[in-house]
């Protein structure tokens, strides 16, 4: 019963930790996107966008590998 108390209070702190930073970010890119401008704004959401999608890309090539890799060394051979 214990656990499932201790479980609950994690989950909880968590979930609000969770909660207070999505807020935090919220307001930030609220208060930065009124700062700098529709132009500047752009180019610091496409900062952000583009390695994103670059690291996106480069995590399926290096799970793609893994799992082939994985395969390999299951089957026995000797050869990577």
Do not use: C, H, K
């Not at 609950?8 to 999505?22: E, M, P, Y």
């Not at 935090?24 to 959401?45: D, M």
């Not at 890309?57 to 050869?79: I, V, Y």
Request: no cysteine.
């Amino acid at each position: 019963m214990r656990e499932a108390i201790r479980l609950g209070r994690n989950f909880a702190a968590v979930t609000a930790a969770q909660l207070v930073v999505q807020v935090l970010t919220f307001v930030f890119s609220v208060t930065l996107a009124r700062t700098l401008g529709t132009n500047e704004y752009g180019i610091f959401v496409f900062g952000f966008a583009f390695p994103s999608l670059f690291l996106l890309l480069a995590s399926a090539a290096w799970t793609r590998w893994s799992q082939s890799m994985s395969r390999r060394t299951r089957r026995g051979r000797d050869r990577i």
